[in-house]
């Protein structure tokens, strides 16, 4: 298989809507960077054996940063204003 293909197709996996790990960890990253601190601490470290700090508001953002075909302007507004 070519290399372009394999690209394509493990940016395709990743950004599946069915899988929402990829969002959710974006937007972790993001609101860390830009709040002070991510909804999982370690940023890095979103096992199942972690916390949320707030679940709701996490998978909101991924579900609408997902929606909006991962739109990082988009989803720095979103945090900007909150």
Same mark, same amino acid.
């Given at each position: 298989m070519? @290399?372009? +293909?394999r690209r394509e197709t493990? &940016?395709?996996?990743?950004t599946s809507r069915n899988d929402r790990w990829? &969002? +959710?960890a974006f937007v972790n990253?993001?609101?860390s960077e830009l709040v002070g601190h991510g909804f999982y601490e370690?940023? @890095?470290d979103m096992g199942p054996d972690r916390a949320?700090? &707030?679940?709701?508001?996490?998978?909101?953002?991924a579900d609408r940063f997902a929606a909006s075909?991962?739109?990082?302007k988009w989803l720095f507004r979103v945090i900007t204003a909150t």
């Open positions: 070519p @290399d372009h +293909k493990i &940016a395709e996996w990743i990829f &969002a +959710k990253r993001m609101w370690p940023v @890095d949320c700090s &707030a679940p709701n508001t996490l998978n909101y953002l075909h991962y739109d990082v």
